[in-house]
């Protein structure tokens, strides 16, 4: 039996945070989604050491405790910044197609070259 990659969802705002957690399970069913409050993001984290955390804010906590994040801008600057084991790559403009390639890189479904580097 094999254990689902565990990913946390705490982007800002709500509608988007529920709207990609409620998606990502059905286009990617092998991984373990769960919604958590950003003010409530650290402790989770500490909590769960997730293999990604998909949030609008990098903090120590998840540098620390998981192996991989998609920061996405909230503050309308429309890219997202793509972190595994330390490497980054920027996607700007991103599409959920785009999401879901980082995802993928992310938790080992795919090559992390699904993604063309950019800027």
């Given amino acids: 039996m094999s254990v689902q990659p565990q990913i946390l969802v705490a982007i800002k705002p709500a509608v988007y945070r529920d709207l990609?957690?409620?998606?990502?399970?059905r286009l990617r069913p092998g991984l373990a989604v769960r919604v958590v409050d950003p003010v409530d993001l650290d402790d989770a984290t500490a909590q769960?050491?997730?293999r990604l955390v998909i949030c609008s804010e990098l903090t120590d906590s998840i540098r620390?405790?998981?192996t991989a994040s998609i920061v996405l801008d909230s503050n309308g600057l429309?890219?997202?910044v793509l972190?595994?084991?330390?490497?980054?790559?920027v996607l700007r403009n991103p599409r959920l197609t785009d999401l879901l390639a980082?995802?993928?890189?992310?938790?080992?479904?795919?090559?992390?070259t699904a993604i063309p580097p950019t800027g």
Wanted: charged fraction near 20%.
């Fill in 64 to 66: 620390e405790f998981a």
């Fill in 102 to 112: 980082a995802v993928d890189a992310a938790v080992g479904h795919g090559p992390a």
């Fill in 20 to 25: 990609l957690a409620s998606e990502l399970p």
């Fill in 48 to 50: 769960m050491r997730p």
């Fill in 78 to 80: 429309k890219r997202a």
């Fill in 83 to 89: 972190t595994v084991d330390g490497q980054q790559q």
